[in-house]
């Protein structure tokens, strides 16, 4: 069976169980980002910047049968292992999913505590972009098709 958007984000929650301190934490995101694959080079275009990152930040987006995969990449291990906070939990999701289903464990990990506020600036860009994305392919899903 599948998991569902809020068992993703319980699994997430789960790699930082041992974390008892905003150090750990930190430590953890920083492995999350180096476990991360780099994206391919032509995915890497101004168009793919997510703005508002404190580093340079890449969001490439594939949408496959009604379901939405996201991939980053950023110049920053801290931002690397954000964006793989969100990718655990929402590629692969719906487009309804993405948008009904808040980040709940990144409130619940606390970070806005531990984090810059340019960095959770970041997270939260990224998550608008994901939500941009995920109400594009619901539009572009749903325009009615050409007459012929």
Request: charged letters at 30%; one cysteine or more; a positive charge.
């Amino acid at each position: 069976m599948i998991p569902s958007c809020e068992e993703k984000q319980k699994n997430v929650l789960a790699l930082f169980s041992e974390c008892r301190s905003a150090t750990a934490k930190y430590e953890k995101i920083i492995e999350l980002g180096k476990s991360a694959k780099p994206l391919a080079a032509h995915y890497k275009t101004e168009e793919a910047r997510v703005r508002g990152c404190q580093s340079k930040m890449y969001l490439h987006t594939e949408y496959h049968d009604g379901k939405l995969f996201f991939k980053t990449e950023a110049d920053a291990l801290i931002s690397q292992g954000l964006g793989v906070l969100l990718t655990a939990v929402y590629s692969g999701e719906s487009p309804e999913t993405i948008l009904q289903c808040p980040p709940r464990h990144i409130e619940e990990l606390e970070l806005g505590k531990i984090l810059s506020p340019s960095r959770t600036n970041g997270l939260a860009s990224l998550y608008l972009r994901m939500k941009q994305e995920a109400t594009k392919a619901i539009q572009k899903r749903d325009s009615p098709q050409r007459t012929k």
